[in-house]
């Protein structure tokens, strides 16, 4: 959903559960999350999202800027690090005690390396379902510049970095490198086939491109 605030169009994820109220959250990437109680109308949603607009337009202009200049990381148990779209502390991603900085960045990338792999082959066999197509092999790679390729022998990489996205924006780009099985270029075939499976492929590329350079350790 989306409100006009201040001249500023806010966009926001709606999130119907259980719950008894709404609540707003802002997550580390600036992305807005309204959790709402089932059955709750647009309008209510939109009723109860306004009187905080000021507060949600200060907020993301701060989290903004502070992503301006991807910050120096902090290998200490309070050091955050992103994990499937969300900030975690580093003691709850891998194991810190009595560790120097140098091991830590490397247990760190171990883990990145072996959760991006369980959940690239976890989430692939759906979509070689839908599209009705295997790669003769997966591989997890380090890359500065792409975040998943396929060659013409069926081979399909996958960028480990890929783990600190959401898990929809992964989806994204395994939909994306499996499309590649069918058609090698970037031609209009490609794209239709990629719509096909996932017609709001655009919002996911807009936020590797917003966001990508701060996935980084």
């Not at 059955?39 to 949600?56: F, L, N, Q, R, Y």
């Not at 701060?62 to 969300?86: C, I, M, N, V």
């Not at 069926?154 to 924006?169: D, Q, S």
Request: proline share 3%.
């Amino acid at each position: 959903m989306e409100i006009e605030i201040e001249n500023q169009l806010i966009e926001f994820n709606v999130q119907y559960g259980n719950t008894k109220k709404i609540s707003i959250h802002i997550d580390g990437l600036g992305r807005i999350t309204v959790k709402v109680p089932k059955d709750t109308s647009k309008e209510m949603i939109v009723s109860a999202v306004e009187p905080h607009g000021k507060w949600i337009l200060e907020k993301t202009s701060s989290l903004a800027k502070a992503r301006e200049t991807p910050k120096k990381r902090e290998y200490q148990d309070d050091g955050t690090f992103l994990y499937l779209g969300k900030e975690y502390f580093l003691h709850e991603l891998i194991t810190t005690s009595d560790l120097n900085e140098e091991i830590l960045r490397k247990n760190l990338k171990k883990f990145y390396f072996s959760s991006c792999e369980k959940i690239v082959r976890e989430r692939i066999k759906l979509y070689e379902t839908q599209l009705r197509v295997k790669p003769k092999s997966i591989e997890i790679v380090e890359s500065k510049t792409k975040w998943g390729s396929c060659s013409s022998d069926k081979k399909v990489t996958f960028n480990y970095r890929l783990a600190m996205a959401p898990i929809e924006v992964i989806d994204y780009v395994i939909v994306h490198e499996l499309c590649h099985l069918i058609h090698m270029n970037h031609d209009r075939s490609f794209w239709r086939r990629v719509g096909s499976i996932m017609p709001d492929y655009k919002q996911k590329q807009a936020f590797l491109a917003r966001h990508g350079e701060f996935m980084t350790l």
